[in-house]
């Protein structure tokens, strides 16, 4: 095997043999962490040059679950597409469905009401919470702390009744649609809710005592995967990875889009940008979307819950044996589906992994002419060679949990 | 963002430093957008990252998109964020689909680094070529796989539904 | 019952003789064949591969281990993580064209008796997602013994779907279907196989993997 050096590359704890120094002749082994491995949150494949037990040089290789969901949209009508796009980043499917209907509602020029936008961010913040739970669990079970899966998915079931119970789906629910939500939530939705809510504070101190002052927990995530705040800017990181960074940088505050203008909430910032305090970003977060949604649930405005725009929105079904124009559009929307004219949009929002963007591209007829998103964890996922090179095999696995990439939005 | 009259004083900035590289700019839906010679993209870029009134340090998104049949037929997006102002700024730059060969365009990885995997992507699927881009391979597909999916003329591929019913009443 | 008294009396004694002999031994005694046995064991105990493409994955294996839906019920929550020492598949999630070869490497390397379970619309039929990048159904290059409808399926869909196969095991089927997937003599061994002698090819590819690396 031919003897590799990569100059500039220290080993974080000294030479691998003392009394020599870092130009020595070195044999580095090519592995390759393939798709399919418990500790690689999906199907990534990774190309790992290691020196021993340190990373040399690594590159990731995807597209092992890639959809063709951007091009199958291009042959469905606008309200079709909604069930494709959640399917992309599949843990935070109400922001998929967000970004599309916003960047939609925005190309027609469409208001929602007020009703809709609360009942909008009040499931964009449960699905944060139920993001957040999934990854909390996946991560602490690669670290070794196998009790936190069963904790958190104790949480995540919760969740799920509750999306069951008002969207009638645990998973990929189809909720949102373009001019507001497609349903009222229920009668007994809002006591399970916050009953829920009264309970996820404790449940997320109760993890906190477990891993917070852990000291195998600590040593792990201590210093690991330290990039610098400029260089993840640069690599256009976003998400609770900048935010650890010390960046206060959140889509939800600086830009208004549904109801975060009115609800009081904080941003967690961490300061070195290490693992540990992603961890910390991220659990302070989900207590924050606890407090947004308890803001959300008092505040919720009477009214409608999807616009009254025929011409977008599907009529009420009582409407359909008593009026003869509610048929015609329901006719309408359903078989064809409304035209948008020409014209293109950039919405982004700000999912659980960082910026979320939908393009639409409209071309005066009934199906989108290019739907693309700028999915966080494609562009997030940039940052894991800057992060694992020059550490060890195990700090790569923790980082790259830390990461929280979602294969699914990955590859799209 | 910059609004219409923000947008037209952009423009002429631009044109002092760099003539001609501005083909156009709209303010559609409340987002403004320059079209830009594909030649120049890379000073525009730059002027709008570096000069000291701009500040769109930041690219969200890199993607393209095929507008089939109108002419010139593909375009490079760059979606531009100024943190500071929290401004967004939508750079096109318009490419024809060559008789032989592929649209090429110079590679921005030096200015944004983030546009690595993004142009990776683009040229995955639409056959667009970055000069100077380091690793210009497939990213998503299989290596080998022949062809630019997202193209508006590519087909969409897939199997048509067999029903039982159909298949057992009519052969 | 002062009957049964009155045989277990004479059982003791030596004194049944015959008929009256086997028609005791066969109540008392639970007389199976070892196939049924064997199907009864391997059921119960299965150790399914840890395996998720996409949404699915999140549903299952990761929901269904959890303790609302405890796989461990049945006997399966024993995950591993090797093809090797796993028994069971469970194709959760979309099978992209780039992961096709990979699934089936997967199958390969697993050891026989083998089961797989095609989780969800997508791997058993491409699902919503009839287009250039999907294999429309995992049916198309490896025999799957069962599939479970759904986008995603509950897990409760997945457990009902998990007891049907444990009951086709212990039915124990003749597995002589799965030549019509060539998926006889495609078996893939660590050593003294039909392709264990050193491959050219692969030395070369692997060479060529490091220059990726290098470039």
């Not at chain 1, 599949?90 to 007020?114: K, N």
């Not at chain 1, 690991?224 to 959140?250: Q, Y």
Request: proline share 7%; net charge negative.
């Amino acid at each position: 095997m031919a003897s590799g050096h990569v100059p500039g590359v220290k080993h974080p704890y000294g030479p691998l043999t003392p009394g020599t120094s870092d130009a020595a002749d070195t044999e580095v082994m090519t592995i390759n962490i393939g798709p399919h491995h418990p500790a690689t949150h999906g199907v990534l494949r990774l190309v790992v040059d290691l020196d021993g037990e340190v990373v040399r040089d690594l590159k990731p290789v995807i597209g092992y679950v890639h959809t063709g969901i951007e091009k199958s949209c291009e042959d469905k009508s606008y309200w079709k597409v909604i069930p494709f796009v959640e399917r992309m980043d599949y843990v935070s499917y109400f922001f998929q469905m967000e970004a599309f209907c916003g960047a939609v509602e925005r190309l027609i020029d469409l208001e929602i009401p007020p009703r809709a936008k609360y009942l909008r961010t009040i499931f964009l913040e449960l699905n944060r919470i139920h993001s957040h739970l999934v990854w909390l669990g996946t991560t602490a079970l690669d670290l070794g702390a196998i009790s936190m899966l069963w904790y958190c998915f104790r949480e995540r079931d919760k969740i799920l009744d509750l999306f069951e119970m008002a969207c009638g789906q645990r998973m990929h629910t189809r909720y949102f649609q373009v001019g507001g939500v497609i349903e009222d939530i229920p009668r007994g939705f809002e006591p399970k809710l916050r009953e829920f809510l009264a309970d996820m504070p404790i449940r997320v101190q109760q993890y906190q005592a477990l891993l917070d002052r852990n000291e195998v927990f600590l040593s792990r995530t201590k210093d690991v995967g330290i990039v610098s705040r400029e260089r993840l800017l640069e690599l256009g990181v976003t998400g609770p990875l900048l935010r650890a960074a010390g960046e206060p940088w959140d889509l939800r505050k600086t830009f208004d889009y549904l109801a975060y203008p009115e609800m009081d909430f904080k941003i967690p910032v961490g300061t070195v940008g290490d693992g540990y305090d992603r961890y910390r970003v991220r659990v302070a977060e989900m207590v924050e979307s606890v407090r947004i949604v308890e803001q959300a649930l008092d505040g919720l405005p009477e009214g409608p819950f999807i616009a009254d725009d025929r011409k977008y929105v599907l009529p009420p079904r009582s409407e359909l044996s008593t009026s003869m124009e509610s048929l015609i559009h329901h006719f309408k929307l359903v078989t064809e589906g409304y035209r948008v004219e020409a014209g293109e949009v950039y919405y982004a929002i700000e999912s659980p992994r960082g910026e979320l963007g939908c393009f639409v591209l409209a071309d005066g007829s009934s199906k989108p002419a290019r739907v693309h998103f700028r999915d966080p964890s494609f562009v997030n996922l940039q940052a894991f060679k800057d992060m694992s090179v020059g550490g060890y095999v195990a700090d790569m696995i923790a980082s790259l949990g830390m990461l929280d990439p979602i294969l699914g939005g990955v590859d799209r | 963002m910059p609004d219409g009259p923000g947008l037209e004083l952009i423009r002429g900035e631009i044109e002092q430093d760099h003539p001609g590289a501005v083909l156009d700019t709209s303010f559609d839906r409340d987002q403004p957008a320059l079209v830009v010679d594909p030649a120049q993209i890379l000073a525009v870029l730059a002027w709008l990252r570096d000069a000291p009134g701009q500040g769109y340090r930041f690219l969200s998104s890199l993607h393209a998109a095929d507008y089939l049949p109108a002419e010139p037929r593909f375009a490079v997006h760059y979606e531009l964020l100024n943190r500071d102002r929290v401004e967004r700024l939508r750079v096109k730059a318009l490419l024809a689909n060559p008789t032989e060969g592929l649209p090429e365009i110079d590679s921005c990885v030096e200015l944004f680094p983030t546009a690595e995997f993004q142009e990776r992507e683009a040229y995955d699927f639409f056959g667009i070529v970055f000069r100077g881009h380091p690793d210009l391979t497939r990213i998503l597909l299989p290596d080998d796989y022949a062809g630019w999916p997202q193209r508006r003329d590519f087909p969409i591929g897939g199997e048509p539904v067999a029903f039982t019913y159909n298949e057992r009443n009519y052969g | 019952m002062r009957d049964r008294q009155l045989r277990a009396r004479d059982m003791l004694r030596g004194d049944l003789e015959g008929e009256d002999l086997e028609r005791y031994v066969e109540e008392r005694v639970v007389m199976t064949n070892f196939d049924k046995m064997l199907g009864w064991a391997r059921a119960n105990s299965m150790f399914p591969l840890t395996f998720g493409l996409a949404c699915c994955a999140i549903e299952a294996p990761i929901s269904l281990v959890t303790a609302r839906y405890d796989l461990a019920r049945f006997g399966a929550e024993a995950l591993r993580a090797s093809p090797r020492q796993a028994d069971m598949i469970i194709l959760s999630g979309r099978v992209s064209i780039k992961m096709a070869p990979v699934v089936r490497r997967l199958y390969d390397q697993m050891l026989e008796p083998k089961w797989a379970i095609s989780m969800g619309a997508c791997s058993s039929s491409g699902g919503m997602f009839s287009n250039y990048a999907v294999v429309q159904g995992a049916d198309k290059f490896m025999p799957i013994d069962l599939h479970i409808p759904g986008c995603p399926p509950r897990p409760e869909a997945v457990l009902y779907g998990f007891t049907k196969l444990q009951r086709k095991i212990m039915g124990n089927p003749d597995q002589g279907w799965r030549q019509r997937y060539n998926a006889a003599g495609t078996e893939e061994w660590a050593r003294g196989g039909p392709r264990s002698e050193p491959n050219p090819e692969a030395a070369e590819a692997y060479e060529e993997a490091r220059g990726l690396i290098r470039a």
